[in-house]
């Protein structure tokens, strides 16, 4: 279908990558950008194709990190189970809230999964016996089957296998009468509705999905870094995840790669402005939403031939 | 098949619809007509069920569906078009088409992520129909065109299109020829007759009297949200109530 050539593509630039890149640093900049990328395509499905505000989803990040953390630390359980039970975990958080609160729209439903976010932050900081509270943890490595990935090059293997999987369902998806409807409830609820689609269903399926692909996310991102803090659950970081998106491109599975390449790469390449990288990351930003009012991925697709602006 | 007992929609101190008894037949045209703010559209919410009514009810197949959310109705057969455009401008004329198809396609989260083959070829047919309903409107030209880069009179035959994917028993058309132009109307004309020839029942709003008188066989006129009339169309256009309705009292003597 249309979307192999890119996805191929894509492939090709992940397998191509590791042997371009010079240093170490930069490797593990790039793995900090694939595992934000994985949460950030999750999101755009609830956001950018199903047209539905989450300004929490850094709480489902932080199941996956904590379940990693915990289980495996706490509880002796093998990380690869810990990160099933953060994603199920996850998975059943998000359908047990969805229904109440994916009936809220705009504005309302924003305040509603902001809040969200912030009982799970909250809870992460003060179940400090089993998370360690505001110190955070220490994370066991991840193995499975004996192997163990270390070192910034075995990483980037799992950590873009990952990804390359997150884009082709989330490809899948969108490209499926499961798709063609969430999109539907983006662009007109009273026709979703018209032809039979149970909108309050197709919300909680999506919204599941993502929270399933942020704690994905949060997992990998725990065992990556050895160490987590409440700041992976935290409001903050929420933003962070959704900026990556609406900047990247919301409808767009390479604008949430391009999103969180530029939201992760920008912080530290303005370090050299020394005490102003705020202003000048904010001034950045602004500017990316002036000229590119779609998002980088969107605007430069539709600029360099119409025919990929669905990729 | 559907029949309206004694329906009455009030919003809060505007009473919309007041005892309103209908009864559409199966595979023949039925039209809704009255002046502005007669409640027309009112009646086709309730009936497709994005409002309930505040009394009376609405029967299909003799069951009591009334306040049964529209995608519950969809599911028994109903098909509708929007007087103010409802498309998602960011699929295309054939993607929207093949929205209208959701009810006869699998939709299991795995089946959707993983892309089975068993979704893959149910897909691969719904386009090929969804081919077929543009031709059948005459927008085949835009089948691969963004729904927003549309003119608006193909709009019209594209909400014609998906409603149809659905493979409806009832199809509501809620004002199919406001804003076309003359030679537009007329083939709105043709396409509605075409979809009466398939056995689909037709129930219209529509303010374009010549188009009303053309297609339907069943006129129910509303004033005030009451029912002034109802009958054949040649009864109808005859009857002195109607005329004073729609021409003023002066005009009726």
């Known amino acids: ?311 | 098949m559907l029949a309206l007992e004694g329906v009455g929609m009030r919003f809060g101190g505007v009473q919309a619809l007041a005892g309103v008894d209908w009864r559409v037949d199966a595979g023949r045209v039925h039209a809704v007509i009255g002046p502005n703010g007669a409640g027309k559209t009112t009646l086709f919410n309730v009936i497709t069920g994005v409002y309930r009514p505040t009394q009376g009810c609405v029967l299909l197949d003799g069951q009591d569906v009334s306040g049964l959310p529209p995608d519950r109705l969809a599911a028994r057969g109903l098909a509708r078009t929007f007087q103010n455009l409802q498309v998602v401008g960011a699929m295309s004329a054939e993607e929207n088409v093949m929205l209208g198809a959701h009810l006869c396609l699998s939709q299991g989260t795995l089946a959707s992520l993983l892309h089975l083959p068993g979704l893959r070829r149910a897909d691969r047919e719904c386009r090929a129909e969804a081919l077929e309903w543009l031709r059948f409107t005459g927008i085949a030209e835009y089948a691969g065109r963004l729904a927003e880069a549309m003119p608006y009179g193909a709009l019209k035959r594209l909400e014609i299109a998906r409603a149809m994917a659905a493979r409806p028993r009832v199809l509501f058309l809620d004002e199919p020829a406001a804003g076309l132009n003359q030679s537009e109307k007329l083939a709105m004309r043709e396409l509605i007759l075409a979809i009466a020839d398939k056995g689909i029942t037709v129930v219209l709003v529509e303010h374009d009297m010549k188009l009303v008188m053309g297609v339907s066989e069943h006129i129910l006129v509303l004033d005030y949200g009451r029912k002034l009339a109802e009958g054949a169309a040649a009864e109808v256009r005859a009857n002195p109530e109607v005329i004073a309705a729609y021409l003023g009292e002066a005009e009726a003597h």
């Open chain 1, 1 to 311: 279908m249309a979307r192999w050539p890119w996805l191929t593509g894509f492939a090709l630039l992940l397998a191509a990558l590791p042997w371009a890149v010079p240093n170490a640093y930069l490797l593990d900049v790039i793995n900090r950008i694939g595992i934000n990328a994985i949460a950030v395509i999750g999101l755009n499905l609830v956001m950018g194709y199903a047209g539905q505000v989450s300004l929490g989803h850094a709480g489902f990040f932080g199941i996956g990190a904590y379940a990693s953390a915990v289980l495996t630390s706490r509880y002796g359980w093998p990380p690869l189970a810990a990160l099933a039970g953060g994603m199920a975990g996850a998975g059943a958080l998000a359908f047990a809230v969805a229904r109440p609160i994916l009936r809220l729209k705009g504005h309302y439903l924003a305040m509603a999964t902001l809040g969200l976010g912030i009982i799970l932050s909250i809870v992460i900081t003060n179940e400090a016996g089993f998370t360690g509270g505001p110190d955070g943890m220490p994370v066991d490595a991840l193995s499975v089957a004996g192997f163990s990935p270390s070192g910034e090059r075995q990483w980037y293997f799992v950590i873009a296998v990952c990804l390359w999987c997150a884009a082709w369902l989330a490809g899948n998806l969108v490209d499926s009468p499961m798709g063609r409807a969430l999109r539907a409830l983006h662009g007109s609820e009273p026709a979703a509705r018209s032809v039979g689609v149970d909108t309050a269903r197709y919300k909680a399926r999506v919204f599941v999905i993502a929270a399933v692909l942020a704690s994905l996310s949060g997992s990998l991102f725990a065992h990556y870094v050895g160490f987590v803090t409440p700041q992976v659950a935290s409001f903050m970081h929420s933003i962070e995840l959704v900026t990556m998106a609406v900047v990247g491109g919301l409808a767009s599975i390479g604008g949430s790669v391009a999103g969180a390449a530029l939201l992760t790469v920008l912080p530290q390449a303005l370090a050299e402005f020394e005490g102003w990288e705020m202003v000048a990351f904010g001034a950045l930003l602004i500017l990316v939403m002036v000229l590119m009012p779609r998002g980088l991925v969107p605007t430069l697709a539709r600029r360099f031939g119409g025919a990929r602006a669905r990729a």
